[in-house]
């Protein structure tokens, strides 16, 4: 679905980050193939993106695996006040590039650490 937000979530281990490696090369996928032919945003908040996953993921759907990785614009967030400016930087380098995805994983991993006693969130 485009233009919607999207959570994942489930049990460490359960394979999100899995499904947002798959979706980062898929998004550059021609249309006739089911993708939007442009490029992801991965904000990453507890190092777990892998380039070589992606690679593997690219030659298995036929796309270069170099070119690849350069569609995916990956940023590590440390903390929360970071997150909340790479989301901001995201809306500039959307300008320059044709960003179709944004990805946040995990969304709620530096707000639940940071601010201890909100276990709502």
């Known amino acids: ?12 281990g359960s394979g999100k980050t899995q499904i947002m490696h798959q979706l980062a ?8 193939k089911g993708g939007l032919e442009g490029h ?13 996953r992606i690679k593997q993921m690219a030659e298995a759907l036929g796309l270069d695996p170099i070119d690849s990785l350069k ?3 990956v940023a590590r967030a440390f903390n929360s ?18 960003v179709r995805l944004l990805i946040v994983d995990s969304l709620t991993a530096h707000f639940r650490a940071e601010y201890v ?3 709502s969130l």
């Open 71 to 73: 569609k995916i614009h």
């Open 117 to 119: 006693g909100r276990g």
């Open 40 to 52: 992801a945003i991965y904000i990453d908040t507890e190092n777990t993106f892998r380039p070589e």
């Open 25 to 32: 090369v898929n998004v550059q996928l021609p249309a006739d």
């Open 81 to 98: 006040n970071h997150q909340i400016l790479l989301v901001d930087k995201a809306m500039e380098l959307a300008k320059e590039y044709p």
């Open 1 to 12: 679905e485009t233009q919607a937000i999207t959570e994942f979530f489930g049990e460490f």
